[in-house]
């Protein structure tokens, strides 16, 4: 049982965005055990594993080679065994079709990657904080995209 820390995964296949992402999390001094991905074949292969401590919070990079974040959202959603992670779509895209595909594929939160560091510190600690029973009881697209 963890109940001392929040354990958050990134799947991300750019290497400054997963080391900007480390670090934010490093600076907030926030209770959190953070792994990294650097595809969707990795991050899929590791959930799978039957012994395998399955994250609180899942940031989901859409654009990645051999595995999208759209298709491991919908193996993840797939899966009852996955039901209690809470999903968060991690895109520099703001389309309009990307986030109306992954909130019906059931993702959590949307969130467009931000340029700022002190920004994404901010939204970090926002979706780690957040109540995640109001984000995740029934699809409710007023708080779906993260804006901040």
Same mark, same amino acid.
């Given at each position: ?8 995964? *990134? #799947? ?11 670090? #934010?999390?490093?600076? *907030? ?15 899929? =292969?590791?959930? &799978? ?13 859409? &654009? ?8 491991? *959202? ?40 931000? =340029? ?14 957040? =109540? ?10 007023? =708080?779906? *995209?993260?804006?901040?």
């Amino acid at each position: 049982m963890r109940e001392n820390y929040t354990y958050v995964v *990134l #799947a991300d296949d750019d290497e400054d965005d997963r080391l900007f992402f480390t670090e #934010a999390f490093d600076e *907030l001094k926030m209770k959190t055990k953070v792994d990294i991905y650097k595809d969707g074949v990795d991050l899929m =292969n590791a959930l &799978n594993q039957s012994e395998s401590t399955l994250p609180n919070i899942l940031f989901l990079d859409l &654009n990645m080679p051999m595995k999208s974040g759209l298709e491991c *959202l919908t193996e993840i959603k797939s899966n009852p065994r996955f039901k209690d992670i809470a999903i968060a779509i991690y895109s520099t895209s703001a389309s309009e079709e990307d986030i109306e595909d992954t909130f019906v594929s059931g993702a959590n939160i949307y969130i467009k990657k931000p =340029n700022d560091f002190k920004v994404l510190k901010k939204i970090l600690s926002d979706v780690v904080t957040m =109540n995640w029973q109001y984000h995740t009881s029934g699809l409710n697209k007023d =708080n779906f *995209l993260l804006r901040l």
